[in-house]
């Protein structure tokens, strides 16, 4: 089975990635508020914010990747 979409069909569905990911990151921060982070996880967090601001995205493949 074949399945084709155009590319304003992939940027709809990584916007909604990147939104579905904010969601999480907000939804960890409520469920798990006692649990300290560590100076790189603060960096790591900082540095995606900061590209999520610049309007940042990443492929799908390397959503996968990051997620595997």
């Known amino acids: 089975m074949?399945?084709?979409?155009?590319?304003?069909?992939?940027k709809m569905v990584l916007q909604k990635l990147d939104s579905v990911q904010l969601?999480?990151?907000?939804?960890?921060?409520m469920l798990l508020p006692e649990e300290e982070i560590s100076e790189e996880e603060k960096k790591?967090?900082?540095?995606?914010?900061?590209?999520?601001?610049?309007?940042?995205k990443i492929s799908f493949d390397g959503l996968i990747k990051e997620l595997c």
């Open 2 to 10: 074949t399945v084709t979409v155009n590319s304003d069909e992939v």
């Open 44 to 56: 790591k967090l900082e540095a995606a914010r900061n590209e999520i601001a610049r309007g940042q």
């Open 23 to 29: 969601e999480l990151l907000r939804l960890r921060a």
